[in-house]
């Protein structure tokens, strides 16, 4: 009963490192999104898929880049991090287009310095 | 001005007591509205989601929604020490389709 996977859990990157923030469902969802959360200020959505091979931008997009290859997986790409990128990464996963069943995983937390 | 106007707290009450989480929220076209759960260095975890205005209850929990007033509620009652987390809330619709748009989240902290 896996859920939403994402990894890694804890990450700490240098200015101008890359990465890749992994994300995988086993519920055959179609619908997946990557949130970051800072503190007081909520969760931003920053890109959402709504099937495989088709990703959009949320609202805070500049700095990753997305891919949805599969059904199941939905990595988050960082070019050149930058420390306003430090927060918390979360995915998630949707069954509808509602957006009344979204399920999150648990989270990766970036530092950049 | 924010979407979704949430109060951020942080809330403590004691055991037992009824607890009120409120969101107010500028968008009209919002259709769902939901409550996560988030506990420290853990992900969201759905809670209750209401469909348009009207109340929902699930055990100890109450959700309401004034799509009038653009005012949504959460009560729990009888909390619990277990009910420590921060609570956010989310909704969805119109343009936005199934994107969410949350608030800030509210700490609750009960205390034993």
């Known amino acids: 009963n896996a859920g939403v996977t994402q990894t890694p859990k804890f990450r700490i990157l240098k200015i101008g490192q890359s990465m890749t923030l992994q994300c995988t469902q086993d519920m055959n969802h179609n619908y997946m999104y990557w949130y970051r959360q800072d503190p007081g200020m909520g969760l931003k959505l920053i890109y959402y898929s709504v099937g495989a091979g088709i990703t959009d931008k949320g609202e805070v997009p500049n700095g990753y880049n997305v891919s949805r290859s599969t059904t199941e997986d939905f990595p988050l790409r960082l070019e050149l991090a930058a420390p306003s990128q430090t927060s918390v990464y979360f995915c998630a996963s949707s069954l509808t287009a509602a957006g009344n069943t979204i399920y999150f995983g648990e989270g990766s937390w970036l530092t950049v310095v | 001005q924010k979407e979704v106007e949430q109060d951020p707290g942080p809330l403590s009450v004691p055991e037992g007591a009824i607890v009120s989480l409120n969101c107010t929220y500028s968008?009209?076209?919002?259709?769902?509205f939901m409550w996560y759960r988030q506990y420290s260095r853990k992900g969201p975890e759905l809670l209750m989601y209401t469909y348009s205005s009207g109340n929902k209850e699930d055990g100890r929990f109450t959700a309401q929604v004034d799509k009038s007033s653009k005012y949504i509620s959460l009560f729990i009652r009888d909390s619990q020490p277990s009910d420590s987390a921060t609570y956010l809330c989310?909704?969805?619709?119109?343009?936005?389709?199934?994107?969410?748009?949350f608030g800030e989240g509210t700490q609750l902290t009960v205390n034993p």
């Open positions: 989310a909704m969805s619709g119109g343009a936005s389709g199934s994107r969410l748009t």
């Open positions: 968008n009209s076209a919002f259709q769902y």
